[in-house]
């Protein structure tokens, strides 16, 4: 089986936290081998290994979110914002949620080297979101809350009103996959 990746693009953030971020103790967290990715130059088209985002994303959210998933998920927000803004205005170009959601899955297929999401509409203002990841992450809830923050703005960037996503199912929990119930007005 094929050593899964993850493009640079999906790094940028998490590499100039550690290097901002110098007074922390990121050795926890990283390999001495994981240093030589973090000062090198980080090319976003480039293949990484999925094995050091993991480690980014804990140490990250262990360190500067303080364990706390409302801070993983106002991150999240905030991210989006950002990406949504620049690198991927694409996506958040018209005033249509279940397009933007659409075109979100499809981009982020992109970004990994085995699939990860996949949309299922509902109805018009209601999508499901299901997110099959390695049950064994302890990142995983982190990162699951960051999604969230990143769909209710999503929603809101596209006209969407009182968004909400919820976490209908959590594959740390033993369902076969996590579920991101998101409906807005």
């Not at 971020?21 to 480039?46: A, F, G, M, T, Y």
């Amino acid at each position: 089986m094929e050593e899964k990746k993850v493009k640079g693009t999906m790094l940028l953030d998490f590499v100039k936290m550690v290097k901002v971020h110098k007074n922390l103790d990121w050795n926890k967290h990283l390999k001495p081998e994981d240093w030589e990715i973090v000062n090198s130059i980080i090319l976003p088209s480039k293949w990484y290994p999925l094995d050091f985002f993991k480690r980014c994303s804990t140490a990250a959210f262990v360190l500067l979110a303080c364990s706390n998933l409302d801070m993983a998920r106002a991150n999240g927000q905030m991210m989006a914002k950002h990406l949504f803004e620049t690198t991927y205005k694409t996506v958040v170009q018209s005033n249509d949620p279940m397009r933007a959601l659409s075109q979100f899955v499809a981009n982020y297929a992109t970004l990994f080297n085995f699939s990860l999401l996949k949309l299922e509409k509902v109805d018009p203002k209601h999508a499901k979101v299901l997110h099959d990841y390695d049950t064994r992450d302890k990142g995983n809830i982190a990162y699951c809350h960051q999604m969230m923050g990143m769909f209710e703005t999503m929603i809101q960037m596209t006209g969407g009103k009182n968004g909400k996503v919820v976490l209908a199912k959590k594959q740390w929990e033993g369902a076969p996959a996590t579920v991101f119930d998101i409906t807005w007005e």
